[in-house]
C-alpha cells in the first residue's frame, strides 16, 4: 500500500546555504530512490530561519509502523551518503504524520 509520510527535521552542522544542504539531500534521496523502489516520490521544505527541514515521503509499505521504518532509514541512508555536511534529527518523533495514500491513486 502507498502511504505519505511527513517527516519534522533540523538540520545542524550546516556549512553555508540551508537549500544547498537541502539541495545535496534532494539529490541523495533521488539515488536512494532509483535503488529502492520502495521510495515512490519526496518533498522538501525548508525554513532557514530555525534550520528545520520537512520531508514529504510517498513510499511502499506493509502498513504505517513500515512506513516510518522505511522512511527514517531512506532518510538516514540519504543524509549519510550525504557527506555528513548536515546532521538531520527528528524534531519530534510525535510530529511524525502517516497516512495511506491508495484512494489517491484509484
Known amino acids: 500500500m502507498r502511504y505519505g509520510v511527513i517527516v519534522p527535521l533540523t538540520a545542524s552542522g ?7 544542504a537541502v539541495e545535496r539531500l534532494a539529490d541523495r534521496l533521488v539515488e536512494f530512490g532509483q535503488r529502492d ?13 530555525n534550520e528545520t527541514v520537512d520531508v514529504e515521503l510517498t513510499l511502499e509499505a506493509g502498513g504505517p509502523g513500515d512506513a516510518i521504518t522505511s522512511s527514517l532509514s531512506c532518510l538516514r541512508a ?29
Open 78 to 106: 540519504a543524509s549519510q551518503a550525504h557527506g555528513s555536511v548536515a546532521a538531520y534529527e527528528v524534531i519530534d518523533e510525535e510530529g511524525l504524520t502517516v497516512r495511506p495514500l491508495e484512494r489517491l491513486f484509484v
Open 14 to 20: 550546516v556549512r553555508g546555504d540551508l537549500g544547498d
Open 37 to 49: 523502489r520502495r521510495l515512490l516520490d519526496f518533498g522538501i521544505g525548508a525554513n532557514a530561519t
